[in-house]
């Protein structure tokens, strides 16, 4: 039997969704584990709801269940008696929620988890993608679900898909009416009472700069729909962050609603056994005394308050310095290689001293002073402040003392400076905090500009070992002191619910050192790189992790291979390709899970855009012109207008032809391992790429149908299930050589650098197969079937790669059922005869042996001979003249 559940103490988004998802499962019976809110109730009392013939959980056999779908919830403390089934291994979960995960969280073999405003907006995506229509009813009590959990489309975590829905329920019929009725309703006068009395209990704390007010009183009746009357207070009062708690009866049903990232009322009331999101939340407390529970609830306020930045916290590091001695020309080339606009300057004793300006360098350049120490030009009139300090110290430093940068100094030694970018940031961004909300929960922290908790997509998307590794690095890593972060293609997969779990970790400090400490921890084999400042842990199951530290490139040319020196995350982060690799999750326990962006990438996700980090990307690394394709290809995106015109300009500038071969093959490999490779490929041409590899090479329409006539035999190969590797990338390489006539092919594998075996194949392997091709046309105009013996011979030796494109590039079936016989049935043939056994026949061992085999393989393919009795017996016939005495007993029988 077919379950559709909620929680407990059910609202309007908990019946929207079971409605909704009763269309999703037809034949699932509507159950309420529990109770329902007075709204609710109401409700219930004046629908047609009769129709779902919804029960009680007293009313069915748990035993019976066999596929439990639930809805609005997915923790054990919110689903009753159903808990009492949730680990039968027999049953089958489905989950539609959007709560964020606790410690009793539930995963089910289905999981659809979306951080939008209630969760009859997720079923009412599936519905728009699926073509399903609701009836009027079910669009009113959907959009009774979705305006209830939204605050009528008001909350601060209403997202764009929770408008779309809402359109698209009234497009269908939800009735507006109906919907006021039951959610706007004149307030009781027990509603007006009880919330003249939370009005007088207000009472406000103020906690690492963050004021919040709480709100609680006894009544002696239960009064309904108290959220409404939490945020009637919340707007009455403009208050950023309510909590209320009021005792009814024998229990305490407590609310609180926050606009501020500093204070996640969902964490608070998990506390207590509730939870909710990080601006919305509710728990129900039992057999507590309410003087208890308010004693309880503003300590543990204190531990979850998360702290107003401050200058550790905005600051860049670890910084680029100038000594007392440097010369303007040594600070104008600092400045130039790592784009800053102001650097400290340090005395003897690595004492800050002075700041000096990329302005006051580039007068002294004009003047031709390059010589002049900066110590003779620096500003020494400026402010310095420690990590401890706050906004508004900074802002001091930055605009009284008209300073560039701030230097961070902690018992006198520079661990940071903040400069007005960072300021800046952090101050418009923090204005626009819940602006989008799709974005998720967030915190603004200088350059950091955007900050997104993905601790919940960790705990959903990743398998359990993998998570486990995770928190165990950010364990070591607040043991050494050291931050570390997760990076690159699995942060942007994660975020696009893509499976990888090629795991790369940026240690900013030694990262060798953290992996050798990382080790010592748990089972696990560490390689190290020293040159490179890199480790790979490998795990007992295969699972391995690449460990780097923290570093920034500079480019003496363009074309040329980086320098690298230790950064900080960011300057880490910018040295990558494009915006959306450029993303990180801090594994820090204090801040695990925590997603920072920089560079925009969030942004480019949603857009589905390709974006490079700054203008000259392509000249310092043109590889990243075959990436960006990649990339486009790859996730569907598109590349973005100025990319492009980055891109065209690059390739006008020829700077591919500095860099090598080698590097090139890297990048081609990859495209060619693409599942778009056909569109890939299409794209490198309009952007005149291939004419780099050789000005012959194109794509044209006959070489794209070449490539999906070999995507069609490679699948044809996968099918068989041989076992047998082959390189898929080899194989399109052969067919985008097809242009290539002569040594056209083997001069670029040359210069490619393949290596001496692929070369190999492409130099004797490929003209075979281009021969073999114009053969078997002629034969196939004869009338007679070639002989297994024929075809076998034509194609003995070749790889599976040139295999595969010879049937791409055949264009009769006939052909290309010789080729299948001969990889299917032909190659596997053997004898069964060897020297030893014509040996003991009799024949005296010689070179000749080997025309006596291809002999029997011969008749052997050609079915002429089948067992080794008849292999013997055609040996003796057709080789007797060569037969000398015997070397054994005559009368022996060879077996």
């Known amino acids: 039997m077919d379950v559709i559940a909620t929680h407990v103490n059910a609202d309007f988004d908990a019946l929207g969704s079971m409605i909704a998802a009763k269309r999703l499962y037809p034949d699932a019976v509507l159950v309420f584990p529990g109770g329902q809110e007075r709204g609710?109730?109401?409700?219930?009392?004046?629908?047609?709801?009769?129709?779902?013939?919804?029960?009680?959980?007293?009313?069915?056999?748990?035993?019976?269940?066999?596929?439990?779908?639930?809805?609005?919830?997915?923790?054990?403390?919110?689903?009753?008696?159903?808990?009492?089934?949730?680990?039968?291994?027999?049953?089958?979960?489905?989950?539609?929620?959007?709560?964020?995960?606790?410690?009793?969280?539930?995963?089910?073999?289905?999981?659809?988890?979306?951080d939008v405003g209630a969760t009859t907006t997720i079923i009412t995506q599936l519905f728009i993608e699926q073509g399903i229509i609701p009836t009027p009813d079910e669009s009113t009590m959907m959009m009774l679900g979705l305006y209830e959990d939204t605050g009528h489309l008001l909350f601060s975590g209403t997202t764009p898909e929770d408008f779309q829905a809402a359109a698209f329920l009234l497009q269908h019929g939800a009735n507006l009416n109906i919907v006021a009725d039951f959610l706007v309703r004149e307030m009781t006068s027990e509603q007006i009472d009880l919330l003249s009395e939370l009005l007088k209990s207000c009472e406000k704390i103020n906690v690492n700069g963050v004021e919040i007010t709480i709100a609680s009183t006894t009544v002696n009746d239960y009064v309904g729909d108290i959220s409404s009357l939490v945020h009637k207070l919340q707007e009455i009062e403009n208050l950023n962050v309510l909590i209320v708690a009021v005792r009814m009866e024998d229990r305490i049903f407590m609310v609180g609603r926050s606009r501020l990232p500093e204070m996640h009322v969902g964490e608070l009331f998990q506390e207590f056994g509730g939870g909710g999101h990080a601006f919305a939340a509710s728990a129900t407390v039992r057999d507590m005394p309410l003087?208890?529970?308010?004693?309880?609830?503003?300590?543990?306020?204190?531990?979850?308050?998360?702290?107003?930045?401050?200058?550790?916290?905005?600051?860049?590091?670890?910084?680029?310095?100038?000594?007392?001695?440097?010369?303007?020309?040594?600070?104008?080339?600092?400045?130039?290689?790592?784009?800053?606009?102001?650097?400290?300057?340090?005395?003897?004793?690595?004492?800050?001293?002075?700041?000096?300006?990329?302005?006051?360098?580039?007068?002294?350049?004009?003047?031709?002073?390059?010589?002049?120490?900066?110590?003779?030009?620096?500003?020494?009139?400026?402010?310095?402040?420690?990590?401890?300090?706050?906004?508004?110290?900074?802002?001091?430093?930055?605009?009284?003392?008209?300073?560039?940068?701030?230097?961070?100094?902690?018992?006198?030694?520079?661990?940071?400076?903040?400069?007005?970018?960072?300021?800046?940031?952090?101050?418009?961004?923090?204005?626009?905090?819940?602006?989008?909300?799709?974005?998720?929960f967030q915190e603004q922290s200088g350059l950091q500009l955007k900050r997104k908790n993905l601790r919940r997509l960790l705990a959903t998307q990743l398998p359990e070992s993998v998570r486990d590794v995770l928190t165990q690095l950010g364990t070591v890593a607040d043991r050494l002191g050291l931050q570390v972060y997760l990076v690159g293609g699995f942060v942007r997969d994660l975020i696009l619910r893509q499976q990888n779990l090629d795991v790369d970790v940026v240690v900013e400090g030694n990262g060798i050192f953290f992996a050798e400490a990382f080790a010592k921890t748990t089972?696990?084999?560490?390689?190290?790189?020293?040159?490179?400042?890199?480790?790979?842990?490998?795990?007992?199951?295969?699972?391995?992790?690449?460990?780097?530290?923290?570093?920034?490139?500079?480019?003496?040319?363009?074309?040329?291979?980086?320098?690298?020196?230790?950064?900080?995350?960011?300057?880490?982060?910018y040295r990558r390709d494009f915006t959306i690799n450029a993303l990180t999750i801090s594994l820090n326990q204090t801040h695990f899970g925590q997603m920072l962006?920089?560079?925009?990438?969030?942004?480019?996700?949603?857009?589905?855009?390709?974006?490079v980090l700054h203008n000259l990307s392509f000249i310092e690394d043109p590889t990243r012109l075959f990436r960006a394709v990649r990339f486009e290809q790859r996730l569907g995106?598109?590349?973005?207008?100025?990319?492009?015109?980055?891109?065209?300009?690059?390739?006008?500038?020829?700077?591919?032809?500095?860099?090598?071969?080698?590097?090139?093959?890297h990048e081609l490999k990859q495209i060619l391992d693409e599942p778009r490779v056909v569109a890939a490929l299409g794209r490198l041409d309009q952007f005149d790429l291939l004419k780099f590899i050789d000005p012959r090479l194109s794509f044209g329409p006959h070489t794209a149908g070449l490539f999906v006539a070999a995507e069609r035999a490679s699948s044809w190969f996968d099918l068989l299930y041989t076992g047998e590797s082959y390189r898929r990338w080899l194989l399109y390489l052969l067919c985008l050589f097809e242009n290539l006539a002569g040594r056209g092919a083997v001069r670029v594998s040359e210069w490619l650098g393949l290596s001496a075996a692929d070369h190999a194949l492409i130099r004797d392997q490929l003209p075979k197969a281009k021969k073999l091709l114009k053969l078997m046309k002629q034969r196939k105009n004869k009338l007679s079937q070639p002989l297994n013996s024929e075809i076998y011979f034509w194609f003995d030796g070749l790889s599976v790669e040139v295999l595969l494109y010879l049937m791409a590039c055949s264009d009769q079936e006939k052909l290309r059922r010789w080729i299948s016989l001969y990889m299917t049935e032909l190659r596997k043939e053997k004898i069964i005869l060897n020297g030893d056994d014509l040996i003991s026949l009799g024949f005296t061992p010689g070179r000749y042996f080997q025309n006596i085999f291809t002999a029997l393989l011969k008749a052997r393919l050609n079915h002429d001979i089948l067992t080794r009795e008849e292999e013997i017996r055609f040996v003796k016939e057709q080789y007797i003249n060569l037969m000398a005495q015997p070397l054994v007993d005559p009368h022996r029988h060879v077996e």
């Open 523 to 573: 089972q696990c084999r560490v390689r190290t790189h020293e040159k490179f400042g890199t480790a790979v842990i490998a795990f007992p199951d295969g699972f391995k992790i690449d460990i780097a530290s923290a570093r920034l490139e500079y480019y003496d040319k363009p074309a040329a291979l980086p320098q690298v020196e230790h950064a900080s995350i960011r300057h880490d982060l």
């Open 40 to 114: 609710l109730r109401d409700f219930l009392l004046h629908s047609t709801l009769y129709a779902y013939d919804v029960k009680r959980v007293r009313d069915i056999d748990l035993a019976d269940v066999t596929r439990l779908i639930l809805v609005d919830v997915r923790s054990t403390a919110r689903i009753g008696k159903f808990a009492e089934i949730i680990h039968n291994p027999a049953l089958e979960i489905h989950i539609y929620d959007h709560h964020p995960a606790d410690e009793q969280t539930i995963h089910g073999q289905f999981e659809c988890i979306q």
């Open 291 to 440: 003087a208890q529970l308010l004693n309880r609830l503003e300590p543990l306020i204190r531990n979850h308050v998360r702290s107003h930045f401050e200058a550790g916290q905005l600051m860049s590091a670890p910084v680029k310095v100038l000594s007392i001695d440097s010369t303007i020309e040594d600070a104008r080339e600092l400045m130039t290689r790592f784009n800053f606009n102001a650097i400290p300057v340090l005395d003897d004793e690595q004492q800050v001293v002075g700041i000096i300006t990329r302005h006051v360098v580039e007068k002294a350049a004009h003047h031709k002073l390059l010589k002049m120490i900066v110590s003779e030009m620096m500003n020494t009139d400026f402010r310095m402040v420690p990590s401890t300090a706050s906004l508004a110290e900074l802002q001091q430093g930055i605009m009284e003392h008209n300073q560039r940068c701030v230097p961070v100094v902690d018992a006198g030694i520079l661990v940071g400076v903040v400069t007005r970018t960072d300021l800046l940031r952090y101050m418009l961004k923090d204005r626009q905090l819940f602006a989008d909300k799709s974005q998720g």
């Open 637 to 665: 995106f598109k590349i973005g207008k100025q990319t492009e015109r980055l891109m065209r300009s690059a390739v006008q500038l020829r700077s591919v032809k500095q860099i090598s071969g080698l590097r090139i093959l």
């Open 597 to 611: 962006d920089f560079f925009g990438g969030q942004r480019d996700l949603k857009d589905k855009a390709v974006r």
